[in-house]
C-alpha cells in the first residue's frame, strides 16, 4: 500500500458537488483561541516499547508495552514472533492495560482490624507493620500445627514466588484452581493413555490438521489465543470442523456439522464414534498395531456401545453419529479430537478424556503431523540454595490415597481439611492466597466460606479486590504484570522459547511485585539462604546465562527461540516408548485395572434435571478471564451485563419474556443474590439454561481506603459458582464435576418477599 | 426466530442503541422558524397585492414578532450545539447541501430583513399602538425614530429599505419560501430516519407553518376581515395538511420494512396517542370545527382555534423530531 | 486510492478485540466506542445460523454526514476516509442523524467523534488498529483501486455483502460470507 504522508492529507470533498467555503476556515485563530489539539496518538516511531507477558490469563501471551516518554502506557501489543500470540493478543490482552489504570486497585497494605467473615474491617499498614502481622501469623501456625496447616492457595505467574518462598520454610500444602476445578482429569486421561499429559498450551498441531472435533471445548468463546488463531487457519483452509455442544456455540456456527447433544451424555457419543471407527476399520491400522496396547480389548468392550444406542442416549440421530465418524476415518491422522481445557464436568471426566485420547490413538492423531505434535520447552537451570526442608506432609498426603492421579494440590481437599468438622491429623488452619478468589473458583460457596472462617490466619496477596479479600487478616498489594517482573515464560511448543516479562512503568501507589513480596517475607522468617540476590533481575540474568542469552538480549527481542532437539512428529514406524507400564499407547490402562478404576472407560448416566429444574450451564465470554477482569475498564466497556441463555420454549413456560430480569435458585433452595437478564435464545437447549462464569461479583471490598462496592463490577448478574450446590468428585483425580447442578427460574424478586416477611 | 444484538455493549448515553441528541431546542427551532415564515409570507404576499392598508396588521404589524422567533429559534440553535464555542463556523462557511447551513444563512438573512421590514412602518405601527392605547409602547417608538434620524447609516437603511420596499419585499416573500419549506427539508435530508426520509414532509412542515402565521394573525389581529380572511386560510391549510399526513402514513406503510415501521410508530406504536389525539385532534380537527363554527356566525373567541393550531404546530415538530430518531433502519 | 476494508463473518468469534483496540489505539474515552460487534441468529434448535459482524463507520462512497455537515467540519480524505475536524465541528448532530449506521457520537468534549481508518497508521503504512489485533484475521484492510490489493482479491472472489445497501450511501466495508 502506498504511504500517504500524515500532515499533508488533502481535504477533496466527499461528492461532485463540493462544500463551498466563504471564508478562509477558522480553523486556525480557533485553535489559536481554544489552544491546539493534540494529537492522541502515539506513533510507532514514538513508542517506548518493553516486552511483557501477558498475565489476564493463562495462556500468557508475549507482547510489548507501548508507553510514551512521560511514561504512560498506552496499549499492550502481540509480539510477532511469539507462537502463542503471532503478534495478536485477545481482547483481554490488548485490554490489558486496564488493570494497571483501574482505580480500584489495591493500593497499600491492609490489616484487619476485627471480625473474620468478609466483612472488610481494614485500617491501612505499611509494608513493614503488615510483614510483621504476617511474621507472627505464620509463627503461630507453625507452633500450634506445624507449618504445614499453612497452606498456598495460587494462581498464575505470581503463583512461583509463593510456592518457592512456601516450600523453603517448610510447607508444601498447595493447590491452584487451574488443577481440580479445571484441567487436572484431562491430564489425568491423557497420562493414563499415553504416560504424557498436555499441559498449555496443548500440543494440538490444529494449524496442520483436516480435521478438528470439538467435544465441550468453545474456542472463541474462549480466547485461547494460539488455538483461536489455528482454528482461522483451519476455516481458510476448508477443513472439517466438527462441533459437539448442547449450545449452537461461536464455533458451532462456524463447523461443518454441529452435533447438538443432550448435556452429560458426552461419553456415550464418543464411545459410539470408537464403535463406528474400529467396526468400518476406520482406524490407523499400522499405528494401533506398532504403537498401541489392549486395541482388542478395546474392540469387544465398545461392541455394545452403537450409534443407534448412543442416539437413544444422547439424542443425536445415529445417521449423524456414523457421518462423523466417518468423517474423522477419512481425516486420519490429520484429525484432532481436542481435549478441551476445563474438563471437571461430570464426576467421571477422566474416563471421558481418557476416550478422547482413545480415539486420537486409533485415528494414530499423536505425534503426528495435523494431531497432535510433541512439544518442547527450555530448560532452565534453577537457582541454586540448599535444600527444602521436608515437609512432615503435604498436598500429596492428603490428596494421592483418595486418587491416584491427583497430579497436582487438590484445592477442594484442602478446603476439606481446613473445615471446622474436620478432625484428622491434616488440619488446615491458615491460608496464603495470590491471585485466586476461592469464593468464585472453588465451589460451592457456602463450604468455601465456612473453612476461611475456619483459619487463625489468611493472607491475601492480590492486585485487585475481591470477596476474598474480606477474609484476609492481612491484605498484600501486588503490582500488575505490567509493572513487575516474573518468572521467565517457558511454555512448550512447537519450537522451544523464552519469553520475557520487564515491567514498563514503576508500581502504582504502594504496590509491589510478587518477587519482592515473597522475598522480604522469606528474609524475615529467617530464609536469607533461599534468597542470596537482591532483585529478582539477577536469577532471571543468570539462567538466561546459562542457556546462552542475556536480560540485555531478551528486553530487546522479548521471546527468544532455541533449537529443537528432538523431532516434532513420529517417523513412520519408527521406535517409540511411551512412560506407560507396557511402554505403550495404552487403550487399557495397566494403572487404571490395578488401581480399582475402569481400565476402559465406560459410559454411566448422569441424571436428568428433575421436573420444574434445567441444568445449569457455565461457560466462557471472549472478552473475560472468569470474575478477574469483570472491573477492567477496557474489558467492562466490551461486556459489562451477563444474560440468562433461555430457550424460547422454557421461556414460554415460564412466561419470561426476553431481557427480562429473572433470579435463579438451585435445588437445594439457595437463591441467588443478584437478578439476571434473561436471553431468549434457539442456541440453547431447553433442558438447561446457560450463563458465562465469573459475574455476580457481591464482595463488599475495602477500596480507596473505605468499605464499598467496586464501582464496575459489583452486583452484575449472577455467579453460577453460587448456584453450585454440589460437587461430582473423580476418582481418579479428585477433579470437581460442576455440571450436575440444577436450577428452576424465579421470575418474582425473592429478595423483596424476605424483606416484607 | 431472528436475534440481532450487541456482542459488545454499546450503550453510549443518549445516543445508542438509540439516537436521541435532538429534542426540544430543535422543535422549537423548527416551529419558531415556520411561525415567522407564515407571518411574513402573509405580510409581503398581501403588500404585493398593494393590501397594505386594507389588512395593516397583517402586513405592518405582525412581522415585528417575526424578528424576535427568528433570534430566539437561533439561539436555541446554538444553545443545542455540543461544541457551541466553534458555532462561528456555522456563519463563515455556506454548503450548499447542507440544510444545516441552509437554514443558518436563510434564518441570519430572515432576521436582518425581519428587523427593517416593521422599522420601516414606524410611523405606522406608532399609530396602530396608539389607536391600541399603548402608550408605554411609545418610549420605544420614540427611540427607534431617533436613531432613524439621528445616525446617518441607519438612516441610510431605513430610507433605500422603504424606497424598494417593493424589491425588497419579493425577496423576503422568496425568503420565507424557503424558510417554510427548509424547517422541513431539515428533517427529511436525513435519510438515515425513514419517517423523516419521505418527500411529504417538507410540504407537510411548510403547510403547517403557514397555518401557524395564519393563525397568529387570527388570533392578534383586530381587524374583523382580517380574521375572517385568515380563518377560511387556515381551514383550507388544515384541510391539506390532513391529506398530507393521510398520504405520508399511506406511503409509509406501502414501502419497505423499514418504512412500515416507521408508520407503526403512529399506527400503535408509541406516538399514536400523542399524534392522533392531541396533535391531529386538538391542533388539527377541533380549530378547523372552531373556525368553521364562527365562519357561520357562532361566536368562538379568536384566540380559541389560533392557540390549538399554534400549540398544534408545536407538537407536529416535536412529534415528528422525537419518533423521527427512534425510526431506524435496524443495525 | 480506495480504503476499504473486508470482513470475513466466517471466521469473526465477536471477541470485542477489535473495539479495545481502537479504544487503546485512539484513546476513545470511557464509555464510548467507535466499533461494536452485533450477534445476528437464526433459526429454530437446532438448525440454527449465526455470526457476529464488527461494524464501524463504512466510509461510504456516498456520504450523507458530509452532505449535512454546515461547517464543512465533516470532510473526505484522500482514499475516501470520512474524518471530523474537532475545531471546526459545531457539534450540531446532524452527522449523527445521517449515518443511517450509528457510527458517530458526540465526543465528551463536544466534537462529533468517529472511526478514522486509523489514518495515522496506515499513513504510515500500518493496518487500523482493529484489523491488525483481529486474532482469528477476519478484518482485512487495502485499496481497492489496486486489483492486485488482497482486499481486492478478496472482494473478487468470495461472496459478499454490505450494510444497509438500501440506505443508498455505497458503504465501503464488506462483509464475506
Known sequence: MSKLSRRDFIKISGTATAGLAMTPPLTSIMGAIFGEEKTPHLLENEAIKTPTVCEVCFWNCAGWTYTDKEGKIHKVIGNEKDPHSNGRLCPRGTGGLGMYYDEDRLKKP???????????????????????????????????????SMALLFHGKTGPHFEHLFKAWGSDTMGEPAGAQCLITREAGFIATYGAGLASPEPTDVRNTDCLVLIGNHIGENMHNGHVQEVSELIDKGGTIITVDPRFSTMAAHSTKWLPIKPSTDLALLLAWMNVIINEGLYDKDYVAQYTYGFDLLKDHVQKYTPEWAESITTIPAGDIYETARMMGGASPRVIIHPGRHTAWYGDDTQRTRAIAILNAILGSWGREGGFYFPEKVKLPKEAHPPFPKPKWSWKTISRDKHKLAIMGITNEIIDHALPE????????????????????IPPEDKVKRALQNQDFIVVVDTMPSEITGYADVVLPEATYLERLDHLRTAHHRQPNVALRYPAVKPRWETKPGWWIAREIGVRLGLKDFYEWEDFEEVLDWQLKQVGSSMEELKQVGVKYFPRKTPMYLKDGEEYWFNTNTGKIELYSTDFADWGYDPMPVYKDHGEAPAGYLRLIYGRLPMHTFGRTLNNPYLWELKNEPNLWV??????????????EVWLKNLKGKVSS????????????????????????????????????????????ISDSEMVYKIEKDPVTGGTGMRNNFVTILTENPHKKEELS | M??????????????????????????????????????????????????????????????????????????????????????????????????????????????????LWPLSYIDDIEAYFHGRGWHQMDKITKFLRDLEHKWLIPHFIIITFRKYRTFFAWILLFLSIILGIYTGILLSAFNAHPLWNNSILGPLFLTSAVSTGSAFVMWLSNNKKERKLMSSIDMALIATELFFIIHMIMGMQAGPEAYKQAAHLFLGGEFTVIFWVLFVGFGLLLPFILEALELKGKHIPPALPALLVLVGGFLLRLIMVAAGQMSEYPF | ?????????????????????CQTENNVPMGYSRDWIIEVARGEYPNLFMHFESQRCNHCDDTPCVRTCPTGASHVIEGGIVKVTHDECIGCGACIEACPYDARYFHPDGYVDKCTFCDHR????????????????????????????????????????????????????????
Open chain 3, 122 to 177: 496506515v499513513a504510515d503504512g500500518l493496518d487500523p488498529a482493529c484489523v491488525s489485533v483481529c486474532p482469528t484475521t477476519c478484518m482485512h484492510f487495502g485499496d481497492l483501486d489496486d486489483p492486485d490489493s488482497d482486499i481486492s482479491k478478496l472482494i473478487q472472489s468470495r461472496e459478499h455483502y454490505t450494510l444497509l445497501p438500501e440506505a443508498g450511501t455505497a458503504p465501503q466495508i464488506y462483509y464475506l460470507k
Open chain 3, 1 to 21: 486510492m480506495r480504503y476499504a476494508m473486508a470482513i470475513e463473518v466466517n471466521k469473526c468469534v465477536g471477541c470485542g478485540d477489535c473495539v479495545v483496540a
Open chain 1, 647 to 660: 430457550n424460547p420454549k422454557v421461556a414460554k413456560l415460564y412466561g419470561i419474556e426476553n431481557g427480562q
Open chain 2, 2 to 115: 431472528e436475534e440481532r444484538l450487541f456482542q459488545t455493549a454499546r450503550d453510549i448515553h443518549g445516543l445508542y442503541p438509540h439516537v436521541h441528541i435532538w429534542g426540544f431546542p430543535i422543535a422549537a427551532y423548527l416551529f419558531l422558524g415556520g411561525l415567522a415564515a407564515g407571518i411574513l409570507l402573509f405580510a409581503t404576499l398581501y403588500y404585493l397585492k398593494g393590501k397594505e392598508d386594507s389588512m395593516p396588521f397583517t402586513v405592518k404589524i405582525a412581522p415585528i414578532f417575526t424578528f424576535w422567533f427568528v433570534i430566539i429559534g437561533l439561539l436555541l440553535l446554538v444553545y443545542d450545539l455540543h461544541h457551541p464555542k466553534y458555532v462561528l463556523e456555522l456563519f463563515t462557511t455556506f454548503r450548499i447541501e447542507s440544510p444545516m447551513s441552509w437554514g443558518a444563512w436563510t434564518l441570519s438573512a430572515v432576521s436582518i430583513l425581519s428587523l
Open chain 1, 674 to 717: 443478584f437478578s439476571i437478564k434473561v436471553r431468549v435464545t434457539e442456541r440453547i437447549r431447553h433442558d438447561s439454561v446457560f450463563l458465562p462464569h465469573g459475574f455476580g461479583n457481591k464482595g463488599r471490598i475495602f477500596v480507596n481506603g473505605k468499605v464499598e462496592e467496586m464501582s464496575r463490577a459489583y452486583g452484575r448478574g
Open chain 1, 422 to 441: 474436620y478432625k484428622g491429623p491434616y488440619k488446615v488452619k491458615g491460608m496464603f492466597i495470590t491471585a485466586t478468589n476461592p469464593i468464585q473458583s
Open chain 1, 110 to 148: 491492609l490489616i484487619r482490624v476485627k471480625g473474620k467473615d468478609g466483612k472488610q474491617e481494614f485500617k491501612e499498614a505499611t509494608w513493614e507493620e503488615a510483614f510483621d502481622v504476617i511474621i507472627k501469623g505464620m509463627n503461630d501456625i507453625e507452633k500450634k500445627y506445624g507449618k504445614e
